[in-house]
Structures are given as C-alpha cells and as structure tokens.
C-alpha cells in the first residue's frame, strides 16, 4: 500500500508563512510528478504547484511568486513553501503523486488525505 501523508498546516496572519510537507511511503519503486493543489470550502480543487521528477516546476497563477515548490528524491518528499499568505489562501491543501508502486506496475495517482491551511486577516 502507498500513502501520502502531508504535515505542517496550521493557522498564520496574513503576511506570514508556512512550509507544509508530504513525504510517500510504502510499496514504491518510483515517484514521478508529484505536487500540491487546495481547496477552499465550497469551491472546487485547483493547481498551487507541481514539480517532476528532474525538477521542473509549475505554479498556479494565484501563488506565483509567493510559493516555492522542491522535492528530496532519496526521501519521496515534497515541500511547499508559503510566503506572504493571504487569507485567500485558506484553504485544505492536498498532495498529489504520481506513483509506480512495482517494478512492472503502471503508474498510479495518489492523493494525501489534506491539511489545513487557515489565514487571518
């Protein structure tokens, strides 16, 4: 069994910050993608950040220059760096991989089970 486990949400002042962090365990033979999308109550899931495998990263328009996406490959973790947040960060944020968890097996897309992200004014 693979399992995404995401730590480090929390409550902040809007201004502040936060590092959340989803590290991949179990049957895995490799992590492809992996990345970070949020929900805010009532509206629907969206992309904040993806990083491949070799490093490439991608952000949603709503958090560029603000959060910075990075993996540890040895580790099957990926971060999420959150500066300057706005309470229209609020939000359940989620860890999204792509995942083979056999030698032989076809990839897979895992989902954490979330975090909460909560941003005062």
């Known amino acids: 069994q693979v399992q995404l486990v995401e730590s480090g949400g929390g409550s902040v002042q809007a201004g502040g910050s936060l590092t959340l962090s989803c590290a991949a365990s179990?049957?895995?033979?490799?992590?492809?993608?992996m990345g970070w999308y949020r929900q805010p109550i009532g509206r629907l899931r969206e992309l904040v950040a993806t990083i491949a495998k070799g490093g490439i990263t991608n952000y949603g328009d709503a958090v560029k220059g603000r959060f910075t996406i990075s993996r540890d490959n040895a580790k099957n973790t990926v971060y999420l760096q959150m500066n300057d947040l706005k309470p229209e960060d609020t939000a359940v944020y989620l860890c999204n991989a792509g995942i083979e968890p056999g030698r032989w097996a076809s990839e897979l897309d895992y989902w954490g089970r979330g975090t909460q992200v909560t941003v005062s004014a």
């Open positions: 179990g049957s895995i033979f490799s992590v492809n993608d």
